[in-house]
């Protein structure tokens, strides 16, 4: 049963809890408050199980609160609805087509929105933007390290360039400048800046890479099939 999303991967995962299933009592203070139900703590005043889980897709481990039918067996018994990872999830998932420098900067980004950071989120956005850069420049022998030579060299769209040079330079002003307590930058706005970059790592390495991808599996199969049927 799927019920959050893995912190690490952020792949949906249930609750699949790491160590071996036992029940002890626990004393705190007079009368017992908890109890430990496969490597889980169950406190009575709220209701919830504290435990470690493991991600079922990426077998990492993370801390986990939820609530079950019973406390012996919370993994068995969890609620519908309940389960949560106590470790801030990832606002999305980053494709893993995007090079690994500019990856890691843009899943900052996502643990950012994921976790409320709003300037935490802009900022890494910005470092994303600026490793794109630097790799393209690199990978292509561009003259500059810039949108504006991504554009002339064919490698993303006009409308890509300027809503990812409206996110960089939100994130240099917001860098280098006071916060302005009458216009502050929502959560929602975050989410937009980071739409605008995630388009541009899109088209810069995810479609074609999928593209080649498909291309690679389509001249297979040609190769292998009845000439009659091409």
């Known amino acids: 049963m ?3 999303t893995c912190p690490h991967c952020g792949a949906a ?5 790491v160590g071996t299933r036992k029940y002890v009592e626990i004393p705190r203070g007079n009368p017992v408050l908890a109890q430990r139900a496969t490597g889980s703590i169950h406190d009575e005043g709220s209701g919830y199980f504290f435990g470690l889980g493991r991600c079922q897709a990426c077998a990492k481990a993370f801390p986990v609160r939820g609530k079950a039918s019973s406390t012996e067996s919370p993994d068995e ?3 519908e609805g309940t389960l949560e990872p106590l470790w801030p999830t990832r606002y999305r998932v980053v494709a893993q087509e995007i090079p690994n ?9 996502s643990a950012a929105l994921g976790a409320g950071s ?14 794109a850069q630097r790799q393209q ?8 390290a810039s949108l504006k030579a991504l554009v002339e060299a064919g490698r993303v769209s006009r409308s890509t360039f300027e809503a990812s040079e409206v996110a960089r330079r939100v994130a240099n002003y917001l860098g280098h400048e006071e916060p302005d307590p009458d216009d502050q930058y929502s959560k929602e706005d975050a989410e937009e800046l980071y739409e605008f970059v995630e388009a541009l790592l899109h088209e810069l390495y995810v479609q074609p890479a999928r593209i080649r991808h498909h291309r690679n599996r389509l001249a297979r199969r040609v190769e292998t099939a009845d000439p009659n049927t091409s």
Request: charged share 15%.
């Open 137 to 144: 420049k690199q990978a292509l022998n561009l003259s500059e």
């Open 101 to 109: 420098s500019v990856r890691t900067a843009f899943e900052d980004a």
């Open 13 to 17: 995962t249930g609750y699949s809890p």
């Open 77 to 79: 018994t969890v609620q």
């Open 2 to 4: 799927y019920g959050m």
């Open 118 to 131: 709003v300037l935490g989120a802009i900022l890494a956005t910005r470092t994303a933007v600026i490793r």
